[in-house]
T-cell receptor
């Protein structure tokens, strides 16, 4: 089966940097996504990695190591509005559907 | 661009009735749509993959006779929860993949279903 793990909860201070890790064991890997989700809302796209390395996008960066089955999302200059759930999702090659399988999600709380 | 509209956003229904949820891609064609459900403080669980003009592919453990999926056109997929029970109460979210797009997935705004 597919296994995607993230820490359940994290707490960080406004203005600081936080790293959210994601480890995966899947078959047919075809890219990894990070999404942000506020309670009761749809997930919003943050980043995508398909090759090893770091992708930077403003305050958010994401890293991927395919050989290690590992990714992280780095959030810099944390703001209170960054308090949300962060979801790691792996895209699997499946008969053309390319479905996303989501990790357990990390609830981030940003404090003053 | 790449907007997915999901309707209704909230619905309350009585046990034993059926509820239909619509997912529309407004400005692009979606050959594939996905349906997820999410319980409070949990992640998204894929229920099924919906392909235009063909039968949906259900994930293991999802009852296809209970969760009817129809993808009749390139812009519309529907999920019908039949004979709903309180345990079906959940947040249902659809996602559409753009045709010939590299990797884009767009999510609908979700439907909060409460069965009483």
């Amino acid at each position: 089966g597919q296994n995607i793990d993230q820490p359940t909860e994290m707490t960080a201070t406004e203005g600081a940097i936080v790293q959210i890790n994601c480890t995966y064991q899947t078959s047919g890997f075809n890219g990894l996504f990070w999404y942000q989700q506020h309670a009761g809302e749809a997930p919003t796209f943050l980043s995508y990695n398909v090759l090893d390395g770091l992708e930077e996008k403003g305050r958010f960066s994401s890293f991927l190591s395919r050989s290690k089955g590992y990714s992280y999302l780095l959030l810099k200059e944390l703001q209170m509005k960054d308090s949300a759930s962060y979801l790691c999702a792996v895209r699997l090659l499946t008969g053309g559907g390319n479905k996303l399988t989501f990790g357990t999600g990390t609830q981030l709380k940003v404090e003053l | 661009g790449a907007v997915v509209s999901q309707h209704p956003s909230r619905v309350i229904c009585k046990s034993g009735t059926s509820v239909k949820i619509e997912c529309r891609s407004l400005d692009f064609q979606a050959t594939t749509m996905f349906w997820y459900r999410q319980f409070p403080k949990q992640s998204l669980m894929l229920m099924a993959t919906s392909n235009e003009g063909s039968k949906a592919t259900y994930e293991q453990g999802v009852e296809k006779d209970k969760f009817l999926i129809n993808h009749a056109s390139l812009t519309l997929s529907t999920l019908t929860v039949t004979s709903a029970h309180p345990e079906d109460s959940s947040f249902y979210i659809c996602s559409a993949r753009r045709d010939r797009e590299g990797y884009g997935y767009t999510f609908g705004s979700g439907t909060r279903l409460t069965v009483v």
